[in-house]
Every structure is written in C-alpha cells, then in structure tokens.
C-alpha cells in the first residue's frame, strides 16, 4: 500500500478544552479506516483513549453500541459532553485501557492511543502531554493493546489502531499475530511533523528514529481480526 498524505477532515463541532487531545490527523485516519467496516446497529464498539470522544460519536452516529474508555477525568467529561452535543449515545467509563470493561467483548474495538517516543524517564500523570507521551520507544500503550486485544474481541471482531511509523509497525504487526490475529495495514498517511515532534527534533535524531532532513512522518492504521 502507497502512503498518501492526508488531507486534514472537515471541521467537526467538538468541545476539545486545554489538556484534551483534539482531533487531528491521526483521528482522522482512523475514522477513515472505520468507516470502511460493517458498522451498524448490532455492532459493540470500544473505543479506548477516546479523548475528545470523536471517534466514538462518529461511530454512534454509524448506529454502533459505543462504549468509550479515558483515564483522564476531564477527558471522560469531554466525551460525554460531546455525545450530548451530538445527540449520541455513547458510554463513557473511566479506567486504564481495558480495566475499565473487564469480562467484556467488542465486535470492533478502536484505538488512537499516546504513541510519540519520549525522552522522559517516566509517563505524565497529568497534564496535555499525557494524551501523546509513550515512553521511549512510543509503544507503551501500544504494546498494552496488543496483548490485551484477543481478551476484548470476539469471534470475528477487529482492532483498528493507529499510531506513527516511528513506533515500529512491524513490531505490532508481529505482535499481533504472536496473539493469533490476522493483522495488516489498513491505512497510512504521510503527515507534517506537529509541534511535539519538531520540539524534540534533536532527540529522535540521536536515537535514529529520524534523519535531519525528516520534516513528515508516516501514521499508519493497523488492522488485526480475531478469527
């Protein structure tokens, strides 16, 4: 599959306050990639990390059963929120990833997780840069949502995640199918480095994970069924 660069949705009426993550490219690759499965009325959705809850309206307004997943408070208020904007219905519930719906399983499950590689020596525990900082290697909570995804999918369920090229797509897809799922590349877009990227522009040279002539990265959606 070629990447292409995405050219940035049209706007959406959300309530996106300071130290919640806004819509951007990657919520926009993905809403791409899930407008491309069978969503309808007696589709079970998860959405995990769901931020500003934007990919979890869209798929109410694709008439799915929408259950939405933050950590972040002031995130789980925004969602709901913006549900009600929407005249969606979406359960939002606070919790870590998957605690937060334990025994249960989604027919899809959606996920724009914190994915930029960071040189600090531990996660925020609050603040805006907790909805993008993944540790050094950007994969903590992608990795996280590989293991756990078999546990939350059912029979023929899929996981559509998104995350940035510099994370190692390979390294998900693999593992993945360690996990018995039959994993790809959905989608991907060649995107403008956003103002993170550019602020810790030295870094990821001296890591290797860009080169000094880099100014885009590559955002892909992986997409894995359970079979």
Known sequence: MVAETLMPAPPVSLLTPPGVYAPQWDTGLLMRAMGREDVGSATDVLDLGTGSGAVAVQAARLGAQVTAVDISRLAVFTARVNALLARQRVRVRRGDLTTAVTGRSYDLV???PPYVPSPAARLPRRGAARA???GGDGRTFVDRICEA?????????????VHSGLCGTETTLRLLAERGLRASVADRAVVPHGPVL?????????QG??????????LVVVRAERP
């Open 149 to 161: 995804a078999p546990t939350v999918l059912r029979p023929g369920g899929v996981l559509l995640i």
């Open 132 to 134: 993008w900082e993944a």
């Open 198 to 206: 550019r602020s810790r522009r030295p870094w990821l040279i001296r």
């Open 209 to 218: 994970l860009v080169d000094a002539h880099d100014s885009e990265e590559e």
């Open 110 to 112: 959606v996920s724009n």
